[in-house]
């Protein structure tokens, strides 16, 4: 039987408004379930897209990009799409991004 429904997208990390310094490598998971499968799924950081991966079985999925974006706030979406239907389920969190200082190691 086909669903229409849209997929079931959750991200799992990071958490809304996590902290991250800028460069470092930005690590998501997320869960996404449809009845009709999901025939792919994107992971975007202020809506460029970074990474797409076919769906899976599990409905598992684990990515990760560089955060090469300015300071301050950024959102991390996952869009998943169903097969047969087409139809996209997305979930987002903002997170912070500091900057960091030229010349000075991290922590200093």
């Known amino acids: ?8 997208v959750k991200i ?10 800028q460069y470092s490598t930005l690590s998501v998971t997320a869960r996404a379930r449809h009845d009709n499968g999901i025939s ?5 950081l202020n809506n460029t897209r970074k990474a797409t991966v076919n769906g899976r079985a599990d ?3 684990s990515f990760t990009c ?3 974006e300015p300071s301050g706030q950024a959102y991390v979406k996952i869009e998943a799409v169903a ?9 987002s969190v ?3 991004i500091e900057g960091t200082v030229p ?6």
Request: proline share 6%.
């Open 1 to 8: 039987m086909r669903s229409f429904a849209l997929p079931d």
């Open 12 to 21: 799992l990390s990071p958490e809304a408004d996590a902290h991250f310094v």
């Open 40 to 44: 792919k799924v994107d992971l975007f």
């Open 59 to 61: 409905g598992q999925y």
């Open 66 to 68: 560089p955060l090469d």
């Open 83 to 91: 097969n047969i239907t087409g139809k996209a389920g997305r979930d």
């Open 94 to 96: 903002r997170i912070f």
């Open 103 to 108: 010349g000075k190691a991290l922590g200093q």
